[in-house]
């Protein structure tokens, strides 16, 4: 979908949940094509990632790791290069039972989806 379609999918999904975390690893890069001068204009590209989700008192589905790839084609347009296609794999996904997440320690900063989430406040330079 578009840029718009993709922001309301993502919005109404990660309402679901408490917290998110999704971790990439390194992306392993393999030029398929190459204009007449030797100069790259496609790679293959994959990337293995973890997503981690947490919603306290939800139903198991929503406590859960996965891990997955993006299996991708990349474009070198004008210049840039940019994603042609994307396809998400899934490899596995486990549930993590409320139970045995840690305690976090009182006094401890935490993250939050709002701008008071240490991050403006930074970005602020305050």
Partial sequence: GT?????????????????????????????????????????????????????????????????FRFVDRFECRADAWRIARRTAVTEWSQVVDEAAWWPLPPGLLVGTRDRTDPVYRDAAGD
């Fill in 3 to 67: 840029v718009d379609e993709f922001c309301v999918w993502v919005e109404r999904v990660l309402r679901r949940y408490d917290s998110t975390m999704h971790l990439l690893g390194p992306p392993a890069v393999d030029v398929v094509a190459a204009d007449p001068d030797g100069t790259p204009t496609a790679a293959a590209v994959e990337t293995y990632g973890l997503a981690f989700h947490r919603t306290a008192g939800g139903p198991p589905e929503r406590n859960l790791v996965t891990g």
